[in-house]
C-alpha cells in the first residue's frame, strides 16, 4: 500500500455517569485523512484543511502520534500527510482525538500493521497528552474501536468495547462558544461524597447493563450525571434548555459531552432522532448563539478506509 | 396452598467494587423457613432454630415483612412461620436479608402472588431497616432476584439483573469474630477523591460487561476496590492472607463479603474453586481463629420452593 485515505469520527467522552471512563464514536461527524508513502524519511503533515491548526509534527497531536510510531519502526520510507477538519477543534467532541486516532491507525496500515488495536490505542494517547496535557483514552479508544468504550483501566491500559443496540442514535448540537478545558477542570471538585459516588456507579453499571440487554429504558434511566454536569453545565450556554427539550422530546437522555460545549442526546430509532432533532434545533435558534447540529447513528466500525491503493 | 417450605439463599453484598450497589446470591447457604395457614389472623414466628433470634415480630426481620404485607392485603387467615436458620446473623452474608427476603417471598404465595418482585424487594427492606437501621436493597435483591442484582436506584427503586457465566463459582470462608456494622460503617470517610470514584465505576463498567461477556479474566480484574475494603480491611481477622492465598491458587479475585466479616472468592470452574477453597483452609488453620468455610455455585433461581401442598 502506497496511499492510504480514511475517516476518523469525532466521539462523545464521558456519555453522562462515565465520566473519564466511556466514550462513543460518532458516525455522521469526523475528519478525513490520507497517508501518503514518501522517498523521504520521517513524518511530514503537507496540509490541514477545515481549521486552524499547527503542521509542525511536534504540535500536532497526528504528528506527535506518526513520530512516535515511525521512531520505533524505522521503515525505510516516510509518510506525508493531510488532514480535513470535518468539525472544529475545541467542540468537545474529540477532535484532537480524532486526528490522533486517525494518524495510529493509518500510520498502521502503511507500516503492514504491526501495532494492535491497543497499542494503536498508546500511541494515540501521546497526541491527546501533547495537544491536551494529559493522556486521556476515552476518546481516541472510542474513535478506534468504534462504538461503545469502556476504558476500564490506565495501568496496565484496558479498553472494553461494548455493543450497541442496533436502534440506538445521537442528536449533538454544538453551541459555538469556547470552552477552555482548564476551565472544565478547575469547576470539578476533587473530592465527592462517598454516597454521590455510590449512585454514580450504579448508574455506570445500569448504561453497560442496558447496552448489552438493548434495554432502551434501562439505558436512559441510566444517563444520569449527579457530579460532573452539575458544576459543569453553568460553562454551556442554554444546557438545562436543551437537554429538557430532548427528553421532552423522547430522548433516552442527554448531557454534557467531553468538557462540553456540545451536548449530546441518544434517541431510540430514526423517527425520535428526528424528532429531538427538530425539537432541540428550534429551541436553540430562539437563543442569540450560534450553533450547529447533526443527527447520526454510533460508529460502530471505528475509523474506516475510504480509498487505498 | 396452605403450607410452603423454602430456602433462602446467603448473599454476598458490594462484591468488591460495586460498594451499596451489587450482590449476589450463594447456593449451598442459607435459610430454611416454612409458612402455614392459620384460622388465627395475624402474624406468628413459631419457631427459630440455628440462631438466637427474637420471635416478636416487630423485632424480627421476617415478621415485620410478614406483617406489614398482610395488613396490606388483609387476608381472612394468618400465617405461622418457623425459621431454621442455615449460618449465623453477623456474618457478612445477609443473614437478615434471608429472611426478610424468605418472608416477602414465602407470604406472597400463601396470598396467591399478588406482588411483583420488586415490590416483594420493597417489603424485604423493610426488614433490613428494622434490624439493621437501613432499608437496604442489595442483599435482598439478590436474594430474591438469585444471581447478581445491581442495585441502580433507590427513589424509584430499579433492580437489574446481571447473567452469571456457567462456570463462575464462589468461596466464602467467614471468620468467627464479630464486626458490627456501626463500626463497618463508622469506618467509612464520608468523601472520597473524585479520581478514585473514576477508577471503582470504571471497574463497575467492567465487572457488569465481564459478566454479560462471560469474560472471566475481566471479572477478575474488575474485582478492585480502592475505596471501602482498605479502610474495612482491618476489622477482618487475616483478610490479606485470605485474599492473597485465594489469587495465588487461581481465584479470578476476592473481598469482603458485605461489611465482613466473611471473605469471598470468585472461581471459574469446580477445579479452581476446589484448589481455592484448600489453599483458604489451609492457611486460615494456622491462625488462631475459628471459621467455616464453603463452596458454591452461583444461585441463579433466587429463593426455592422446597415443599408445598
Excluded at 450556554?237 to 462540553?260: M, N
Aim: some cysteine; hydrophobic content about 40%; glycine content about 10%.
Amino acid at each position: 500500500m502506497k496511499y492510504l485515505k480514511i475517516f476518523a469520527p469525532a466521539t462523545v467522552a464521558n456519555v453522562s455517569c462515565g465520566f473519564d471512563s466511556l466514550g462513543l464514536a460518532i458516525d455522521n461527524l469526523g475528519d478525513q485523512m490520507s497517508f501518503e508513502k514518501s522517498d523521504e524519511k520521517g513524518i511530514r503533515i503537507k496540509k490541514i484543511t477545515g481549521a486552524s491548526l499547527p503542521t509542525d509534527i511536534n504540535k500536532n497531536a497526528a504528528g506527535v502520534v506518526a513520530n512516535a510510531m515511525l521512531q520505533q519502526v524505522s521503515p525505510n520510507f516516510g509518510i506525508d500527510i493531510e488532514i480535513h477538519k470535518g468539525y472544529k477543534p475545541g467542540s468537545g467532541l474529540g477532535s484532537s482525538a480524532a486526528s490522533a486516532a486517525g494518524a495510529a491507525f493509518g500510520v498502521n496500515q502503511l507500516l503492514g500493521n504491526p501495532f494492535s488495536l491497543l497499542e494503536l490505542t498508546q500511541f494515540a494517547m501521546l497526541g491527546e497528552e501533547a495537544t491536551c496535557g494529559s493522556p486521556i483514552a476515552d476518546n481516541v479508544s472510542a474513535a478506534l474501536y468504534g462504538g461503545f468504550v469502556l476504558v476500564r483501566n490506565y495501568d496496565p491500559l484496558d479498553i472494553v468495547k461494548i455493543p450497541v443496540p442496533i436502534e440506538l442514535r445521537l442528536v449533538c448540537i454544538h453551541p459555538e462558544v469556547t470552552v477552555k478545558t482548564k476551565d472544565a477542570r478547575d469547576v470539578l471538585p476533587k473530592e465527592i461524597p462517598l454516597k454521590n459516588a455510590v449512585k454514580q456507579w450504579a448508574n455506570v453499571g445500569g448504561l453497560i447493563s442496558g447496552l448489552y440487554s438493548n434495554d432502551y429504558e434501562l439505558i436512559g434511566n441510566s444517563l444520569v450525571d449527579i457530579i460532573v454536569e452539575p458544576v459543569r453545565k453553568h460553562l454551556i450556554p442554554h444546557f438545562d434548555l436543551v437537554k429538557s427539550t430532548a427528553i421532552k422530546a423522547g430522548a433516552l437522555g442527554a448531557g454534557i459531552s467531553g468538557s462540553g460545549p456540545s451536548i449530546f442526546a441518544l434517541c431510540k430509532g430514526d423517527a425520535n432522532m428526528n424528532k429531538v432533532y427538530d425539537a432541540v434545533k428550534n429551541a436553540y435558534k430562539t437563543t442569540s448563539i450560534n450553533f450547529s447540529i447533526i443527527t447520526s447513528e454510533v460508529n460502530t466500525q471505528g475509523i474506516k478506509i475510504l480509498e487505498q491503493y
